[in-house]
């Protein structure tokens, strides 16, 4: 399968540095990490050890087999754009937050698929990821039920040794990625710890309430997720992924901007009832980034 990743980060580079044992795979991001790519292959450490030789590039090919989508949720509309200039069969979204596969759906013509992925992955230097663990890839349709397509990106996933499961809940399995999200990256991020100190710490009853909140807003919109699904997808992630940096935490080491406003953000903005650990949450990282000059005081 001819596969394009677009962003090319950590976890969109340790993705497709493992489709790229099987698979002709193109990574698009930013110099010098394509660049160096490009010249020298990609070295994977960790979980995983190996090199591999995809493409890198910064701009898209003009056609793919598969375009997966790794990008910051502040950038799927970019990716949205440039995507819809190029020929693909199908999309797949493997990134945090909710909305991204609608908005990627408003500008390319192929189908779009929902995803989620628990690989931890760290960028260590340009052309160098590390895995930090093995996890699994769950792909469907956005909408729930059968599809042919994600049967035939799950058998390429798989093909390439990843673990991978298709599922016909993708919606529900949405919600509780959510939760995952809303539990771990601000409660991380903002306290400074690796994610197993939600596990025991006095900081895992504050991912425990917001992941509560979220399952409550899922229900609210029709989807069938409890509090004690959610909770336990918390605590059982946390436990998984104890040496992890989460994403946003990392984001803040970086002082780089975070994905608070498709997170714990977006819990907020769909909520019918209070949810106030969602609501701290997002004031304080949102704080946080007016600190750093990376966004202004408003959503």
Not at 236 to 252: E, F, I, K, P, Y
Request: charged share 20%; hydrophobic share 45%.
């Amino acid at each position: 399968m001819d596969v394009l990743v677009f962003g090319a980060g950590s976890l969109g580079s340790l993705v497709g540095g493992l489709l790229a044992r099987e698979h002709d795979v193109t990574l698009v991001g930013r110099d010098p990490h394509v660049a160096t790519v490009r010249e020298s292959g990609l070295r994977i450490s960790g979980a995983v050890d190996e090199t591999v030789t995809p493409d890198a590039a910064t701009e898209p090919p003009a056609a793919a087999d598969l375009a997966v989508v790794t990008v910051k949720t502040f950038d799927t509309p970019a990716a949205a754009a440039a995507l819809a200039e190029c020929d693909l069969d199908v999309v797949l979204s493997l990134q945090n937050g909710m909305g991204n596969e609608e908005e990627l759906a408003t500008s390319v013509s192929a189908p779009v698929l929902a995803g989620t992925c628990t690989y931890g992955a760290r960028m260590v230097e340009p052309g160098h990821v590390e895995c930090t663990g093995v996890g699994e890839v769950v792909l469907g349709a956005r909408e729930g039920g059968q599809s042919d397509e994600a049967d035939s990106v799950g058998v390429a996933f798989d093909a390439a040794g990843l673990d991978v499961t298709v599922a016909t809940d993708m919606p529900r399995r949405l919600w509780e990625k959510l939760a995952v999200n809303c539990g771990i990256n601000a409660t991380t991020a903002l306290a400074r710890v690796e994610n197993g100190a939600l596990v025991d710490g006095p900081a895992g009853e504050t991912a425990r309430a917001a992941a509560r909140e979220v399952a409550q807003v899922a229900r609210d919109h029709g989807v069938d997720l409890s509090a004690m699904q959610a909770t336990t997808a918390v605590s059982g992630v946390a436990r998984t992924t104890a040496a992890n940096t989460s994403s946003m935490a990392q984001d803040v080491q970086a002082g780089a901007r975070t994905e608070i406003d498709a997170i714990n953000g977006y819990v907020v903005a769909n909520a019918t009832d209070p949810v106030p650990v969602n609501e701290t949450l997002t004031h304080l990282v949102r704080a946080w980034e007016i600190g750093q000059d990376l966004r202004d005081d408003g959503p």
